[in-house]
């Protein structure tokens, strides 16, 4: 079933960015056409972006396929999208902390996940699209995790949009990144009903199959914030190259830290940077 993973995220691709690749056939399948990042540049281990971006990583055998990206937002808590868990076991996937993209499992880099919780109101709308990853112990060094922009921090159209994930480089062969990129978009509108923000990918670059789920940082002052959640095509664009959704994280403040309470995990911080 995974032995051709990257024709069927190239033809993924042309369809959506919407889910991440998962369990055979009906799962991996069927979430293949998520979102990788376009363009952009592989980030170095000296990069800040590298320590708190991570992979989410589907298990068959002595593979590992990564299928989405996620956010370390406190020590063993890991923000990331509903649909990257919707129909999974946590016994199937494991956390990859790495830069570079290996389909073997590396036990040195990867760590197991102690449960998950999906927005209750995630639906056919893909809306809320938001889920938590409790990890089953601390990330190891040299990660560290990153504070959630506030919803007091003034979004404004045309502000740039630091993406990273682990997708395609190209959407129409369907080629694979082989380590973890970012590149910096603008910021296309503010969708507040939604609480979604869109990215304006129409100068090729931006995310695409395999980084759903992963960042949209603001970088100040050498500092990083999340404030976006890798989601989909806006308005159905039928490739890579028009517009894109990121869920509004600080929006989901109160399912965040009620979700990072149950699960029992180090609580995550909402902030408005100096």
Not at 83 to 92: A, E, F, Q, V
Not at 166 to 195: C, S, W
Request: glycine share 6%.
């Amino acid at each position: 079933m995974f032995k051709n993973i990257s024709a069927l995220l190239a033809l993924a691709a042309l369809v959506n960015f919407t889910a991440c690749q998962k369990n055979v056939a009906s799962t991996y399948e069927a979430n293949a056409d998520t979102a990788k990042i376009l363009g952009g540049e592989v980030v170095q281990p000296s990069d800040i972006v590298a320590n708190s971006t991570v992979a989410l990583k589907y298990i068959e055998g002595n593979s590992a396929f990564p299928m989405c990206t996620g956010t370390l937002i406190a020590p063993n808590l890991v923000l990331t999208a509903s649909h990257c868990l919707h129909g999974m076991n946590k016994s199937d996937l494991r956390i990859g902390f790495s830069i570079d993209v290996k389909n073997h499992l590396d036990v040195e880099t990867m760590v197991e996940i102690a449960d998950f919780i999906i927005n209750p109101k995630y639906g056919t709308d893909r809306l809320n699209d938001v889920a938590l990853i409790a990890l089953a112990k601390p990330a190891p060094a040299p990660y560290k995790p990153v504070a959630i922009l506030s919803a007091q921090y003034q979004m404004t159209v045309g502000m740039p949009m630091l993406l990273a994930g682990y997708g395609v480089t190209n959407d129409m062969t369907g080629k694979d990144t082989e380590a973890l990129r970012k590149v910096t978009v603008p910021m296309a509108k503010i969708l507040d009903k939604e609480m979604i923000l869109v990215t304006d990918q129409t100068k090729t670059t931006g995310a695409c199959n395999g980084d759903s789920g992963g960042p949209a940082y603001l970088q100040k002052d050498g500092v990083l914030y999340v404030y976006g959640i890798t989601r989909g095509p806006h308005e159905n664009a039928p490739d890579c190259h028009h517009f894109g959704e990121y869920t509004w994280a600080s929006k989901f403040e109160t399912f965040i830290l009620e979700s990072a309470a149950k699960m029992k995990t180090e609580t995550p911080a909402f902030v408005v940077p100096q």
